[in-house]
C-alpha cells in the first residue's frame, strides 16, 4: 500500500510564501512524475506544476515565476514553494506521484488534499 501526505498549508497575506510537501511512503519500487494540482468549491480540479523523474518542471501559466516544483528523491517527497501568493491562489492543493510498486505496473496516486488560504 502507498500513501502520500501533505503538509504546509495555511493561512497566509497577500504576497507572503507557503511551502507545501508531499511524502510518498508504503511499498514503492520507483516513482515517475510527480506533482501539484489545485481545486476549490464548484472548481474542476487544475494542474498547478509537476515534475518529472529527471527534473524537468511544467508549470501553469498562473503560477510561472511564482511558484517552484522540486522533489527529493531519496526522501520520496514533492515540493511545492510558493511565493508571492495572491488571494486568487486560495485553494485544496493536493499531490500527486507515478509510483511503480511492482514492475512494470504504475499507478497514480493522490494525498489527502492541504488547504491554501491567502487573505488580502
Known amino acids: 500500500q502507498v500513501q502520500l501526505v501533505e503538509s504546509g498549508g495555511g493561512l497566509v497575506q497577500a504576497g507572503g510564501s507557503l511551502r507545501l510537501s508531499c511524502a510518498a511512503s508504503?511499498?514503492?519500487?520507483?516513482?515517475?512524475?510527480m506533482g501539484w494540482y489545485r481545486q476549490g468549491p464548484g472548481k474542476q480540479r487544475e494542474l498547478v506544476a509537476t515534475?518529472?523523474?529527471?527534473?524537468?518542471?511544467n508549470y501553469a501559466d498562473s503560477v510561472k515565476g511564482r511558484f517552484t516544483i522540486s522533489r527529493d528523491n531519496a526522501k520520496n517527497t514533492v515540493y511545492l514553494q510558493m511565493n508571492s501568493l495572491k488571494p486568487e491562489d486560495t485553494d485544496v492543493y493536493y499531490c500527486?506521484?507515478?509510483?511503480?510498486?511492482?514492475?512494470?505496473?504504475?499507478?497514480?496516486?493522490w494525498g489527502q488534499g492541504t488547504q491554501v488560504t491567502v487573505s488580502s
Open positions: 500527486n506521484a507515478d509510483i511503480i510498486s511492482s514492475w512494470p505496473y504504475e499507478y497514480r496516486y
Open positions: 508504503g511499498s514503492i519500487d520507483s516513482i515517475n512524475a
Open positions: 515534475i518529472t523523474s529527471n527534473d524537468r518542471t
